[in-house]
């Protein structure tokens, strides 16, 4: 998701950003062992929104991206619950606490690697 994000972010182009989505989202879905498409339809969806903000807001400053990423993950949890429970007829709960801790963590994690992205993106 974080790299789904940061590449979106980049490019500034909705195709761009939908495509990286769904090719992100389906090696994820190759990866894991659950249903072939979930990731892939989230990612995709998450890549689109994400270029798409980029012709409204600006998105160059670490805080802003801190504050993207922190919804983006509380959407592609919803979207997964909500998939899981629409599509796959599966009874999924979600556990708000839990999504909240992890989406805070994730943000943190992604601020230290857009930085160091930033930096490697820079030397090039």
Not at 17 to 45: A, E, R
Request: charged letters at 10%; hydrophobic letters at 55%.
């Amino acid at each position: 998701l974080l790299i789904t994000i940061y590449l979106a972010l980049l490019r500034r182009n909705p195709v761009a950003g939908l495509t990286l989505g769904m090719v992100i989202g389906l090696l994820q879905d190759i990866l894991s062992h659950g249903p072939v498409g979930l990731y892939g339809i989230i990612k995709t969806v998450i890549g689109y929104i994400c270029s798409s903000l980029t012709t409204v807001l600006e998105v160059e400053s670490l805080a802003a991206r801190a504050v993207l990423v922190f919804v983006f993950y509380l959407v592609h949890q919803i979207f997964f619950w909500t998939m899981q429970r629409a599509l796959l007829g599966q009874s999924a709960v979600f556990v708000w606490q839990r999504t909240l801790l992890l989406a805070a963590i994730n943000t943190l994690l992604a601020v230290a690697v857009y930085r160091l992205l930033d930096r490697f993106r820079e030397r090039l």
